[in-house]
């Protein structure tokens, strides 16, 4: 039982590039979010999803784009990468409403 | 939506002094409020929660209490040890659009000096 799994674990992208960062969890949950957390910061919700083909806006979605056509996947896609975009992405997996977030290792984007 | 504010952004203690992290939110139908713990380099972990009909609930050497008509919630360690050391989230629960939605504070660094 992995748990949630994030791949890459760290990239560089040049500015313009696009990337798809990949989030898969094998607990069966429901509920997907995607954080990003920049240097001494917080965790800022940039999509959320609560099952296969519902997904939302969070705080920071700019930018950005999910999809969610599998209950296991929620990759998030960055189109035309920008410096901004420098910082370290999380994704989480809930099972019920108000419950525990499972967190995955993260992933370090660097945007040059 | 939702804003979770968190106070202080950095906090060192003496060990075994306690320690409290202050948040308060806007949305007054968030119902659930848990904190995470994150060591260096690590990801967020749980370690207590509470739901919107408890007004305090405790585990060994932290609590957390919730007060409800000032929309503000609040982590406490006890007993501080230097493996308490971490940055601390606190996060409020609510439904947005696409179901169950999760807003973090901005974080509290916390130093526990031996």
Same mark, same amino acid.
């Given at each position: 039982n992995a748990g949630v799994t994030q791949t890459p674990k760290f990239r560089i992208l040049k500015i313009g590039q696009s990337m798809t960062l990949q989030c898969t969890q094998d607990m069966n949950h429901n509920y997907m979010y995607w954080y990003r957390q920049d240097p001494g910061m917080g965790l800022k919700l940039i999509y959320y999803s609560v099952g296969a083909g519902i997904t939302d806006k969070g705080e920071v979605p700019n930018g950005y784009n999910v999809s969610r056509s599998t209950t296991e996947d929620f990759p998030l896609r960055l189109e035309l990468?920008?410096?901004?975009?420098?910082s370290v992405y999380f994704c989480a997996a809930m099972g019920q409403p108000n419950t525990e977030a499972f967190f995955g290792q993260g992933t370090r984007l660097t945007v040059v | 939506g939702e804003n979770v504010e968190q106070h202080p952004s950095t906090l060192s203690v003496q060990e075994g002094d306690s320690a409290v992290i202050k948040c308060t939110y806007s949305d @007054?139908? @968030?119902n659930y409020f848990p904190w995470y713990k994150q060591e260096l380099g690590k990801r967020p972990q749980l370690i207590i929660d509470i739901r919107s009909n408890v007004g305090e609930k405790k585990d060994q050497r932290i609590a957390v209490t919730l007060n409800k008509t000032a929309k503000h919630f609040s982590l406490h360690i006890t /007993?501080?040890?230097? /493996?308490?050391?971490a940055v601390y989230f606190c996060a409020a629960s609510g439904f947005g659009a696409a179901g169950n939605k999760l807003t973090f504070g901005g974080g509290t660094r916390v130093l526990v000096k031996p």
């Open positions: 990468a920008a410096p901004s975009q420098t | @007054s139908a @968030s /007993e501080t040890q230097p /493996e308490d050391s």
